[in-house]
C-alpha cells in the first residue's frame, strides 16, 4: 500500500514537471512569433529552388531555412524580405522596414557581399592560384577594416525597429573539404578560399555577439556534404548553365545544413 502511494506519488510528480516542460519549450512559444527574415541570397534560399512568384530577382525559395521554420513551426506569423546580391547597406536601405515593434524574432544572414564573393569566385575560376589568392587577401583586409562597423550599423537598426526581437545572425558554409582529391580549383586556392569564409564568419560572430545577438554558425553541419567531399553535397559547384546558383546551398544543403541550426538557435 505505502509503494503504492510513493508511485502514484511519483507519477504525479513528473506529470507535474511534464507540464511544466512543455509550457517553458521554446518551440510552443514559437508559435506566437512574428518573424522576419532578412538578408542575402543564403537567406533568400538561391540554389534550393521552388521560388516565389513575388520575389523576382531576389529569389526567395520554399526551401529557404527561414522558410522551413515557417512551414514546420508555425509562427503567428512570417515574412521574408532577404534577396539575392544584398550588402549590408541594402539591408539597412531596403529591408528593415519589414520589421517593427511587434516583431519577436529576426533571422540575418549577410556580410558576405560586402567582402565580394562573387567576384572572387569569379576570378579564382576564369584566372590562376596566383589571382585567386591576392584577390581572397584584398578581400580578407578589406573585411577587417570595413565589415565590423557595416555589420554594426545593421544589427543596430534591427534593434532600433525591433527592440524586443530575438535576433539570429546566421554565418556560412564553408565552401571545400581539403585533403581529398579534387578537379578544378589548385589545392592553394580552396585553402585560400575558405580562410576568407573563416574569417567573415568570425568578424560576424565577433560583432553579433557585441550586438547581444545569438551566432548560428553552420560551418560544422556542412562538414562531409562541402565541394570535393565524398558525401552528397549541399553546396552547388560551378554552373555554367545557371551561375547564379554556384557556391549556394541546394535544397539539401539548406534543410540539413542551415534548418536545424537555425532551428535550435530560435527555440
Known amino acids: 500500500m505505502r509503494r503504492s502511494r510513493i508511485a502514484t506519488l511519483a507519477l504525479s510528480v513528473v506529470a507535474s ?21 532578412l538578408g542575402d541570397s543564403y537567406a533568400s534560399g538561391v540554389g534550393a529552388d521552388s521560388y516565389t512568384a513575388e520575389s ?30 544584398a550588402t549590408t547597406t541594402d539591408v539597412v536601405n531596403k529591408q528593415l522596414s519589414a520589421l517593427s515593434t511587434s516583431t519577436t524574432l529576426v533571422s540575418v544572414t549577410v556580410g558576405g557581399n560586402d567582402a565580394g564573393f562573387a567576384t572572387i569566385m569569379t576570378t579564382c575560376v576564369l584566372y590562376g592560384e596566383t589571382e585567386c589568392v591576392a584577390a581572397v587577401q584584398t578581400a ?17 537598426g534591427i534593434k532600433s525597429r525591433a527592440p524586443s526581437a530575438r535576433v539570429i545572425v546566421v554565418g556560412y558554409p564553408v565552401f571545400y573539404q581539403l585533403g581529398t582529391v579534387c578537379v578544378g ?22 560583432a553579433a555577439t557585441a550586438a547581444g545577438f545569438k551566432f548560428a554558425d553552420v560551418r560544422s553541419t556542412f562538414v562531409g556534404h562541402q565541394l570535393c567531399s565524398y558525401g552528397e553535397k549541399w553546396l552547388h559547384a560551378l ?24 532551428r535550435n538557435a530560435a527555440g
Open 17 to 37: 514537471l511534464g507540464v511544466t516542460f512543455a509550457i517553458a519549450t521554446p518551440a510552443r512559444a514559437a508559435a506566437t512569433d512574428r518573424y522576419v527574415a
Open 56 to 85: 523576382g530577382s531576389c529569389q526567395r525559395s520554399t526551401n529557404a531555412y527561414s522558410a522551413l521554420y515557417n512551414t514546420n513551426v508555425k509562427p503567428a506569423s512570417y515574412r521574408s524580405v532577404a534577396c539575392s546580391g
Open 140 to 156: 580578407e583586409n578589406k573585411a577587417r577594416t570595413e565589415l565590423p562597423a557595416k555589420l554594426a550599423a545593421v544589427y543596430n
Open 185 to 206: 580549383l589548385s589545392a592553394n586556392s580552396r585553402t585560400k578560399i575558405n580562410e576568407g569564409i573563416n574569417l567573415i564568419d568570425d568578424i560576424i560572430r565577433t
Open 239 to 262: 554552373n555554367y548553365l545557371n551561375i547564379g546558383i554556384s557556391y549556394h546551398p541546394t535544397a539539401a544543403g539548406q534543410a540539413g545544413g542551415y534548418y536545424p541550426v537555425f
